[in-house]
């Protein structure tokens, strides 16, 4: 079965580095998301990007982040300059048309030290 | 904005046995979809069950099944003839059949403990 892929699993950082998460989305799907989790709370909606472009983003999704497909396959997360608060879970899901469910792929754990 | 809740932080039921975890929300939309989602210690997403709002019929995935009130805007799910490996965080979403983006707005999440 088709998965989503992130790498690395588990990123450790120091406060104020910028860090890109990498994610490889379902070859055929057409819309793409990130979401985080801070451990033990609930899972939030970053960015959704569809035809090239961000199609929405929320509060949390300030200057710091940005969204990049670069090469057809894979699509990346940066933070450009990263703080304790930034520390979570980040999930990249995929899907490929509205009534379709995401993928999620397995997250990549974020640490900021 | 849509809001998910989930009034259960924990539930716990014997192996075997049947399981329902709780989920409202709140929407002026008619259309729109609803998931149910299994997060593992792995915390990887894993889809259990998803239902379209224009149907009336309650989707079934195997042991898997929800009781969707559109009325009163419910979304419980069924866990029947729990096993060891059904032990896993769950989390309700709502997903707006609106716009291209259609993010998910998850709840809180209900931990579910199967005891052997």
């Known amino acids: 079965e088709p998965e989503v892929t992130q790498t690395p699993s588990h990123q450790v950082t120091q406060m104020g580095q910028e860090v890109i998460l990498r994610c490889v989305p379902i070859?055929?799907?057409?819309?793409f998301y990130w979401y985080r989790q801070i451990l033990g709370q609930k899972v939030e909606f970053l960015v959704s990007?569809?035809?090239?472009?961000?199609?929405?983003k929320s509060e949390i999704f300030d200057d710091q982040f940005s969204v990049e497909r670069p090469d057809g396959s894979n699509f990346t997360l940066k933070i450009r300059s990263t703080k304790l608060e930034d520390s979570a879970m980040y999930f990249c899901?995929?899907?490929?048309?509205?009534?379709?469910?995401?993928?999620f792929g397995s997250g990549t754990r974020l640490t900021v030290v | 904005a849509q809001t998910v809740t989930q009034s259960q932080p924990e539930m716990s039921v014997q192996e075997a046995e049947t399981v329902t975890l709780s989920c409202t929300y709140d929407?002026?939309?008619?259309?729109?979809?609803l998931f149910w989602y299994k997060q593992p210690p792995s915390r990887q997403m894993i889809l259990v069950i998803r239902?379209?709002?224009?149907?009336?019929q309650n989707a079934t995935e195997n042991r898997f099944s929800v009781n969707f009130q559109k009325a009163a805007k419910s979304f419980s799910l069924k866990i029947s003839d729990s096993q060891l490996g059904d032990a896993a965080m769950y989390f309700c979403?709502?997903?707006?059949?609106?716009?291209?983006?259609?993010?998910?707005?998850f709840g809180g999440g209900t931990r579910l403990m199967v005891k052997p």
């Open positions: 899901a995929s899907r490929v048309t509205a009534n379709y469910g995401y993928t």
């Open positions: 070859s055929n799907h057409l819309y």
């Open positions: 990007f569809y035809n090239n472009e961000i199609s929405e």
């Open positions: 929407t002026s939309e008619s259309d729109y979809y």
């Open positions: 239902q379209e709002a224009y149907k009336q």
């Open positions: 979403a709502y997903r707006s059949a609106q716009g291209a983006g259609n993010m998910l707005t």
